[in-house]
């Protein structure tokens, strides 16, 4: 890009939206200049933005494609919940992108920090700029701080989230290995939607499996934003019986929504002003799509995405395909599996949009395993297609494991999760846990 | 779009027609076909890319068509077979036609890579 594009980038993004049809597109002629097979910029090195760049290779390799994301090392969420239980170390999450390169990706260890969708080109913090036929984003989540008042980047130092894998997951972990017996783990699950639904009660039953074998007089006090919450029967069960009454879940209805955070105490007060002290505070606070999908002009008044679901196209700026968990994808949970699906499906249209064809149809599916125990395992899974324009889960299919199965069942489901991670690791970044 | 245009493309109003026509057929869904290559992506998620698992969840790829295909519709059963977990669930959401699509394509995938591909572990 050059210098005068450069300077009027903000200016080009004020006006996205306003410009008329023929006006926009008259502005991409140089970039038609060279005839190829069409060049991506994918942001996001996660399960979405890793597996969309290597299928469009897989599906042409003639196209370019460049894959924007600034850690060398991807660092999963999912399992990180078994690293704090002390089933796994830290760098069984760890990825990296060297098949990827493999495959012809250019990766490029760089953040994007702006983007002009009617030049269509993406600014890097390093200073390069990048053009592209197809933009792919996967930025995942950003949170909404202050929500819960007291409740920033600072505050997350000392009772952190641990909702985005790295440092923040290290610290809880330091935290929970840290703490008296006897003490309390207190969490503020979020209200919907937020990143992996059964996650935070994954995380609970974690903690409470680690406490049980070390700290058994502790107690875990979730307090919930919602009065409901994925598997939730199945979660139950597995609580009562395997960790007595060390788990108290306190629903929205029963006050459990936090509204206030003391983080330096360790203090939290719930809507109706009850206050509770922890010994380890985990706050996961309200959620929005990544920074970078707001910058480009691609959420709503929700903060979310929304999408073709054909295409997984965002609806509101042409070119500019999302990912993921920052999409509007309901009933599709924000799930690393489902992020992987709907890499593939926008992969397939963006190569079949680069020949001149029509997408085909979409297709997904989702499984997201949780574990109680290390031998007990527990799914959800769902089939989806697009009916009408919309994304519907297909009547019938998907559903939780049964409420009545066995122990051997239950054993099965805790191997098949760990399979499923290695399977999705490997085909999304090409190594497993 | 004929030839003569894609010659004529630096041109604005060709560059123009390129670009809307490119782009239009996303939007037209209702004419779209099925593709085995994307019903099978979300299957590659537990059963390894292409089919081929690396771990307990048993791979998919090459095995015959019609051991796939029956596999599948005895799981789409209301009395799936005995230690069947998540994939009733699953196979319920697919048509019998979709399901012989992807018996088809796995059944046609080599059950193992070309030699040339390097051993994926870390």
């Known amino acids: 890009m050059n210098k005068l594009n450069r300077l009027t980038r903000r200016q080009m993004l004020g006006v996205l939206g306003k410009a008329t049809a023929a006006g926009t597109l008259l502005m991409h002629v140089p970039m038609f200049a060279q005839p190829s097979a069409g060049s991506v910029v994918v942001i996001g090195g996660g399960f979405g ?10 599906r042409n390799p003639a196209i370019s494609v460049t894959l924007v994301e600034p850690s060398k090392v991807f660092y999963t969420c999912p399992f990180t919940n078994l690293y704090v239980g002390g089933l796994r170390t830290f760098d069984q999450q760890a990825h990296t992108y060297d098949e990827l390169r493999e495959l012809g990706v250019k990766v490029v260890h760089d953040l994007a920090q702006g983007i002009d969708t009617d030049k269509k080109s993406v600014q890097l913090a390093g200073g390069a700029s990048l053009s592209y036929d197809k933009l792919v984003l996967s930025p995942g989540i950003d949170f909404k701080w202050n929500a819960i008042e007291g409740y920033d980047q600072q505050a997350a130092e000392l009772a952190p989230h641990a909702w985005k894998a790295g440092a923040q997951t290290a610290l809880l972990k330091k935290q929970l290995d840290a703490m008296p017996d006897g003490g309390v783990f207190l969490m503020a699950a979020p209200p919907n939607p937020y ?19 070390n700290k058994p007089k502790s107690k875990i006090l979730v307090l919930d934003a919602k009065d409901g919450f994925s598997k939730q029967a199945l979660f139950q069960d597995g609580w009562k019986r395997f960790y007595g009454d060390m788990i108290e879940w306190v629903p929205l209805s ?3 929504k936090v509204v206030r955070v003391d983080a330096s105490n360790r203090t939290v007060e719930t809507e109706f002003g009850q206050i ?76 079949n949009a680069l020949a001149g064809k029509p997408a085909a149809q979409a297709s997904f599916a989702n499984t997201c ?65 | 779009m004929s030839l003569k245009s894609f010659k004529g493309w630096q041109t604005p109003l ?32 537990c059963h390894g890319t292409d089919g081929r698992s690396n771990g307990a969840i048993p791979s998919i790829a090459g095995r015959p068509q019609l051991a ?42 080599k059950q193992q890579a070309a030699a040339s591909q390097k051993d994926p572990q870390k």
């Open chain 1, 369 to 433: 395993y949780s574990l109680i125990t290390p031998d007990y395992g527990i799914s959800v899974a769902g089939v989806y297609r697009v009916e009408g324009g919309k994304l519907i889960e297909v009547k019938g299919s998907g559903g939780v494991s049964p409420r009545d199965a066995n122990d051997d069942f239950r054993k099965l489901e805790a191997q098949y999760g760990t399979a499923w991670y290695n399977a999705i690791a490997q085909d999304t970044w090409g190594t497993r846990g």
């Open chain 1, 195 to 213: 990143r992996c639904p059964p996650g935070p009660y994954e995380r609970i039953s974690m903690v409470a499996h680690y406490l049980k074998n």
């Open chain 2, 14 to 45: 060709a560059a123009v027609a390129l670009a809307m026509s490119a782009t239009m057929p996303l939007s037209a869904s209702a004419q779209s076909v099925m593709d085995a290559s994307i019903l099978a992506g979300s299957c590659f998620n």
């Open chain 1, 276 to 351: 509770h002290k922890a010994s380890v505070l985990n706050i996961i606070p309200p959620q929005k799509a990544g920074a970078i999908a707001e910058q480009a002009g691609v959420t709503n008044e929700t903060g979310w995405v929304p999408v073709n679901p054909q295409t997984f196209e965002s609806s509101k700026v042409k070119d500019v395909f999302v990912v993921g968990d920052a999409t509007i994808a309901t009933p599709m949970p924000k799930s690393g599996f489902c992020a992987n699906a709907q890499g593939k499906v926008a992969a397939a249209a963006i190569v």
């Open chain 1, 49 to 58: 933005g890793a597996t969309a760049a290597k299928y469009i290779k897989r």
């Open chain 1, 254 to 256: 029963k006050d459990g």
């Open chain 2, 68 to 109: 796939l295909k029956n596999q599948m519709l005895a799981f789409k059963s209301d009395q799936p077979p005995a230690g069947t977990t998540v994939m009733t669930r699953i196979a319920k959401g697919y048509t019998d036609q979709e399901i012989d699509a992807l018996a088809l394509y796995f059944s046609q995938i």
